[in-house]
């Protein structure tokens, strides 16, 4: 059943008497198993819905017609019929790597393609039944998103330690006969699936033509938590490089042969090795944000767009303003910080380490409320301190459950900004506010 959590106000559905609350059994005798059901069987003019009141707990109908509208319904999920979950057991899998105690959201394993279409995660294909294949192939669920990582069968299965992953290439060469395209993804480990496996997988991928649109190609990620998990290597600066350079040639031949390249690095390669980060045309309006493809980039030209805007202005006070990042945050906007550095002796940078997750995690977004408190422990009047919004998730609290409100509490302060990007960093040094974010 599907559980209704939004109801327009004045929508059909609303003046047909559902309320928040209530739970859709069918619509037109269909089962919604997820929400794409209820898009398709909502196409209809007319609709004959049944449903359980919250109210009494009684089994209701009710008929409408709908006039070139939809019905105005939201739902507590996405999927009605239960979250298809992840049957790999993969030697690099961040979610094997979280420490004792992690929320139950930060442990779930899911591996299901109606995410991958309606919210852009990543699946792998290997839990997919027969009449799941038929279901995407027949709505042309397009595009999906699929991690690949290698597309040698004995690798991919090593990888993912699971028989089924070594028909990568059979899943993708059907899905892309019925039309359907796909946004790939390749994570590396040093040693295991770079180098000539890279090579391979990058002929066979592009091989598959025009129904892949990007291929992003990212770093393994590891923590501090690996007991009992085999030891694998984190890039530095010679094999980042030695990646960049594969890939090159083969953006280089994209270019030269389809004059379009869809291969693009994470910026971390970029950043271990100490290369320039390319231009944003580069990117082609920036197919893999989320997968962290880009996104020094756009930052970078965001500073470049504003920066004389600040050129001449003047602090409104010289009160203290400490910032906080992380490893990789400072090398991804490291001239930005030496500017900023320059405009006043009152204003720091707090590069903070990662301790929750430990090992080679250094990305701003995965810091912890206990990394940055422990970090800030002994910097006495910090004046006002900014935080960076992306570690904090939808519902406002960081990986170890804290909010603004329990930073204040746990540091006893209450000077705290919450800021989402370098224009709101400066509004906040300069103006000591800034109407754009979340300051206490």
């Not at 559980?3 to 106000?9: G, K, L, T």
């Not at 070139?68 to 030697?91: A, R, W």
């Not at 030496?338 to 405009?343: A, G, H, Q, S």
């Not at 301190?385 to 204040?408: E, R």
Request: glycine share 6%.
């Amino acid at each position: 059943m599907a559980e209704i959590a939004y109801i327009r106000p004045n929508s059909p559905a609303d003046k047909a008497g559902l309320n928040v609350g209530d739970d859709i059994v069918n619509i037109n005798n269909e089962e919604l198993r997820d929400y794409i059901d209820y898009l398709f069987l909502s196409l209809n003019e007319e609709l004959n819905i049944k449903y359980i009141d919250s109210d009494d707990n009684k089994m209701k109908n009710i008929s409408l017609t709908l006039e070139n509208e939809d019905l105005g319904i939201g739902f507590s999920d996405i999927v009605f019929d239960g979250l298809k979950n992840c049957k790999n057991k993969c030697i690099f899998c961040f979610v094997d790597q979280q420490p004792s105690g992690s929320r139950e959201t930060l442990l779930k394993k899911d591996d299901d393609y109606r995410f991958s279409f309606l919210q852009g995660s990543f699946i792998t294909l290997t839990n997919l039944k027969g009449n799941e294949f038929e279901r995407i192939k027949r709505e042309r669920l397009s595009p999906l998103y699929i991690s690949v990582h290698a597309t040698e069968p004995e690798l991919r299965e090593e990888l993912m330690c699971n028989p089924r992953a070594g028909s990568i290439m059979e899943d993708l060469k059907e899905l892309s006969e019925a039309g359907i395209n796909f946004h790939l993804q390749l994570v590396l480990i040093p040693g295991i699936n770079d180098g000539e496996h890279l090579e391979k997988s990058l002929k066979d991928l592009t091989g598959l033509g025009e129904n892949v649109e990007s291929i992003g190609i990212v770093p393994v990620g590891l923590t501090g938590h690996r007991d009992n998990l085999p030891d694998l290597d984190s890039y530095d600066k010679e094999s980042a490089e030695d990646v960049i350079e594969i890939v090159k040639r083969w953006q280089k031949k994209l270019l030269n042969e389809d004059g379009y390249n869809y291969v693009y690095l994470s910026d971390e390669f970029y950043l271990v090795s100490d290369r320039r980060i390319p231009d944003t045309e580069h990117y082609n309006e920036f197919p893999q944000l989320e997968n962290g493809i880009g996104m020094t980039r756009l930052e970078l030209d965001n500073y470049e767009k504003i920066k004389e805007v600040y050129k001449d202005r003047k602090r409104s006070s010289n009160e203290n303003i400490t910032i906080v990042t992380s490893k990789l945050g400072w090398m991804a906007l490291k001239s930005f910080w030496e500017k900023i550095n320059n405009l006043s002796e009152n204003i720091n940078l707090e590069v903070i380490e990662n301790r929750y997750l430990g090992g080679g995690v250094t990305v701003t977004g995965l810091l912890a409320a206990e990394d940055i408190i422990y970090g800030l422990s002994d910097k006495g009047d910090m004046g006002i301190l900014i935080l960076p919004d992306v570690i904090f998730n939808d519902d406002g609290l960081t990986l170890d459950d804290f909010s603004i409100n329990d930073f204040k509490k746990a540091l006893e302060y209450d000077r705290i900004c919450k800021v989402d990007e370098i224009r709101e960093i400066l509004e906040v040094i300069f103006n000591g506010t800034t109407d754009c974010c979340d300051c206490w």
